[in-house]
């Protein structure tokens, strides 16, 4: 439990702390090629009030919602490290959790939550991410192939009887 908490910290402090760095460069110097990414990525300085998109934006669903969600991932979180075993979900609820906790408290702190980068390929050259986002993108698809996994596991069971 200890090291899927100290890894969940480490997350969220570390997506943190780029948004402040971000936060304090100039907004003249966005948008710009992160260096060392031979133009892969590019940095933003995003401000988004509301949900995906600006989804919302004003709305006090924008802050509650959140908190609600983060909360339950937070109890399912908890139940999940008294369980034995169940790795990958224990890891997918630690990345999800990180990164639902580094934009919530982005959001309360700031009123909206900083996005800072982009992966310059197809659709994705539209969306400004930021690593919190990416967090809870790869722990859903984590959870769910973990739960597919298992039916599969349980449907081949059934057949053998």
Known sequence: ???FLTFGTTLTVADLAVKNEIEK??????PREMEGSKGWIWLYKNHNPG???????????VELVPLCITSGIAGA??????VRGRIAEKFALTLVLAGGLSNLLDRMKRGYVVDYFSIQWKALKKV???????????????????????AVKDMLKVKKN
């Open 1 to 3: 439990m200890f090291g």
């Open 25 to 30: 460069q100039d907004a003249a110097t966005f």
């Open 51 to 61: 949900f995906s998109f600006g989804f919302l934006k004003g709305s006090r669903a």
């Open 77 to 82: 979180w908890a139940y999940m490290m008294g």
């Open 128 to 150: 400004v991410f930021n690593l919190a986002d990416i967090f809870i993108i790869l722990g859903s698809l984590i959870l769910v192939g973990a739960q597919m996994a298992d």
